[in-house]
């Protein structure tokens, strides 16, 4: 017997897969996560998430559980500036959207539950849009794990979904952060380059649209706090954004067309 148990801990250690138990410490409800070696590295942001979001989450699972989702649509994740766009249906279309953002989230957090995020979901493209690593605070996150946490986030939406395009939008300038604007300008570009090296994943800029001639905020496209967008700057956020994904997918659909037209000739001999 002994023997057995012995056995089991070595293959329970040895195994690439595991769970993990994840919940609210203010309550009882517990969920289990699927967890790999690639999620390891996030073990250092787990606690800090669950305490802060868990209930959060669990808002959007249940939404998941009463809604149904509109076929071949745009995902949307992230920080408040996605959760807080009340007319995105009408924005995007002719897209039709899921939306899954929420509070002030970073990259940390939405990584920590990515797999809960996404996992409910079919689309044809998931966006990406997180503005509050880098506010000019002590503990902001540095470009290095701003592109590990983007890194792996894609690699779990290319998981579940791999011919979804991924969209990584640029974090847009304000007047409430513009101390801090030379630090998210870094990030932003290793966000572009985290785009140009990787398959399938692309950039959406949209700063330089933000900004007036003397490289300062336009305050008026935000609300009063002059962090979040109001109407007109949520018109131009749509455009450049939904642009973006038109322009990538009819190239996408074009692409397959020729490589599927090529594919039947090779195979009818011509």
Known sequence: MRTFVLLCLVIALATTQAWLFQ????????????????????DRYREKASDRWEQDIQKLEARDATETDPKDAIMFIGSSSVRRWSDIATDMAPFRTIQRGYGGAKYSDVAVFSKRLLHPHDYQALAIFVGNDVQGKPDDHTPDQVEELVRYLVSVSQSHQADAPVFLIEVTPTSKRYAAWPAIRKMNERLREIALSTPNTHFIATAEHYLDPEGKPRDELFVSDR????????????????????????????????????????????
């Open 23 to 42: 919940g609210d410490s203010r309550g009882s409800t517990v969920w289990a996560v699927e967890v790999t070696p690639e999620d390891s590295f996030l």
């Open 227 to 270: 962090l979040h967008l109001n109407e007109a700057g949520y018109d131009q956020w749509a455009a450049l954004i939904r642009s973006r994904i038109a322009e990538t997918l009819l190239f996408k659909r074009e692409f397959e067309a020729k490589t599927a037209s090529a594919a039947t000739n090779e195979s009818n001999g011509k």
